[in-house]
């Protein structure tokens, strides 16, 4: 099924796109993370332009978070105060991303800064996931409860000054911590058109210190309003964002979402979560790999 | 004197082969992207006439040159730099062709001299980029060798020495591809005759590439008016996401 994008100016296969978004809807379905991290570097592979991918991909993940905030919050699990301060800083780290986006446009580094950027994060984060999916998976087999985790922020967040009370999440904290988490988020999400779950989610549990039961319903009414920031930045800064590709990639990622919700009851989650972790640290690898091995064009063109 | 007598010979023959006219045609003159554009196929075909419409009765060798609508472009160069490959070298360049075919009937080389091949562009290593600033002539050389080969890597490029048929003396035809990623734009079609070396005749014939319908409307709403153009967008994915919510609800 060949459908022509009119921004991208070229034509794709449509059902691979679909399936794209599938993928990346299951794996938020599934994880309560987003799954752009794997929809732009496997559009720019397909030949779309760097550019159009990121700033087509947000779009997805707003459509992918929509009926996730909903669900949550039906249950009480989203800090709207928490999550009001984290939309704040990431809209304010939309508008830096943009800036940088441009700037590292004209001086031609774009890729590679996306490029390093997808290493450093997935690698980190794989490398964090899979410790602990693999230190649960071990208790599991023992027998053993879970380690009790220590929930309490971290020290660098109690230096701060100005102090909150955040009831639902059960912290006194000061706003600028998840004033400067949203920022960082917002800032990822405008340069690599991820949701920015897979940072925000860790964030809030191990240097926050949220409660669990509200960190998944925070971090995607944060992602939600901030993708939603960002597909407007990029409309009216870099004009690159396809309606059709969107659309496209929206229908396999709002229906990939709920079948992942229904397959997350129904399998093991820790084994599952390991089996990502492998995922997300074998493309960290491909990824750098990819920048030390000699591309096979070494020139690329922009228009002036 | 028998040099003489040559000479006679060559301006009587000169003089008495007047140069012929060249009719060429386009299978469309319109090109309309719109849903399910998979690129075109355009048929370049002519007719090789003497002034007074006769059939020329010479072989010549046609070369058919179609351009795309150029724009100023920074060529950037990747080199390795603490283990990494990044862009590390520029050249801007002011008028690179968004597509640029050619087709031949014979190879180029074996019609024409280098000369008179860079003077009409007959070819990829004759284009001419109009390079901003100057660059010395061997980094000139690389930076537009690069572009070719990137260029034809994506289709947009091409050189067909084959590609032109000339039957009967008279008539010719060629064929050239469009993928689907061509810019929007007038493109030009020259039509080259070529005779012992030189160019005895030449035409030019334009297609228009545009957008239509739906796809032109919605490159020129994303063009013109960002903010409801971006507001679209996130209507769309929220509507889309909120349906979504409902419909598996009711499975």
Request: hydrophobic content about 50%.
């Amino acid at each position: 099924m060949d459908v022509y994008l009119p921004i991208a100016n070229l034509s794709v296969n449509g059902l691979v796109i679909v399936a794209l978004g599938a993928l990346t809807g299951i794996l938020s379905g599934m994880f309560g993370v987003g799954g752009g991290f794997l929809t732009t570097p496997l559009m720019i592979f397909y030949g779309i332009p760097p550019t159009v991918a990121a700033a087509s991909a947000a779009s997805q993940v707003t459509g992918a978070s929509v009926s996730g905030v909903f669900a949550h919050s039906r249950r009480g699990g989203v800090d709207y105060q928490m999550g009001g301060v984290m939309v704040a800083g990431g809209i304010v780290g939309t508008l830096i991303g943009a800036g940088l986006f441009r700037l590292l446009q004209e001086l031609g580094q774009i890729d590679v800064v996306i490029n390093l950027l997808y290493v450093l994060l997935l690698g980190g984060i794989g490398s964090v996931m899979a410790r602990e999916s693999w230190q649960a998976l071990q208790a599991q087999k023992a027998g053993l409860p879970l380690p009790a985790r220590k929930r309490r922020h971290h020290p660098m967040v109690a230096s701060l000054p100005l102090r909150w009370r955040f009831y639902r999440s059960g912290l006194y904290i000061s706003p600028l911590a998840p004033l400067l988490l949203g920022v960082f988020t917002g800032i990822l999400t405008m340069l690599m058109g991820i949701g920015g779950g897979f940072v925000l989610v860790p964030a809030m549990l191990y240097i926050l210190g949220m409660s669990a039961n509200v960190v998944v319903g925070t971090s995607l009414f944060q992602i939600l309003f901030v993708t939603m920031a960002t597909t407007m930045m990029h409309s009216m800064t870099t004009r690159a964002v396809d309606i059709v590709l969107a659309v496209l990639l929206l229908i396999g990622s709002v229906s990939g979402a709920q079948i992942g919700a229904q397959l997350a009851q129904k399998l093991p989650a820790e084994r599952l979560r390991f089996v990502l972790a492998g995922i997300v640290l074998v493309i960290a690898m491909l990824m750098a790999l990819g920048l030390g091995w000699r591309p096979d064009e070494i020139y690329t063109v922009s228009p002036l | 004197m028998k040099r003489a007598l040559l000479l006679l010979v060559a301006l009587l023959f000169l003089t008495g082969a007047r140069d012929p006219i060249l009719v060429p045609e386009i299978s469309q003159h319109e090109i309309q992207v719109r849903q399910g554009f998979r690129g075109a196929d355009l048929l370049l075909f002519g007719a090789i006439l003497t002034p007074e419409g006769t059939r020329a009765g010479r072989d010549y060798d046609i070369v058919v040159v179609l351009k795309g609508p150029t724009r100023s472009i920074v060529l950037r160069e990747k080199q390795r730099i603490a283990g990494i490959w990044v862009n590390a070298a520029s050249a801007e360049f002011r008028s690179a062709p968004t597509f640029f075919a050619v087709a031949s009937s014979k190879p180029i080389k074996t019609i024409v001299d280098d000369k008179t091949a860079a003077i009409y562009e007959l070819g990829l290593p004759w284009l001419q980029l109009s390079p901003i600033g100057s660059y010395n002539p061997k980094d000139q050389r690389r930076y537009s060798a690069g572009l070719v080969d990137l260029m034809q890597r994506d289709g947009l490029y091409k050189q067909d020495t084959r590609g032109v048929t000339v039957s009967e003396q008279v008539l010719y035809q060629a064929r050239i591809a469009l993928p689907s990623s061509v810019q929007t734009g007038t493109y030009t079609a020259e039509t080259f005759a070529i005779n012992q070396g030189r160019v005895v005749a030449s035409a030019i014939s334009r297609v228009e590439v545009k957008k239509q319908g739906f796809e032109r409307l919605i490159a020129v709403f994303a063009e013109t008016s960002g903010f409801l153009y971006g507001l679209l967008a996130v209507a769309i994915s929220v509507a889309m996401g909120v349906l979504a919510g409902r419909l598996f609800a009711l499975i």
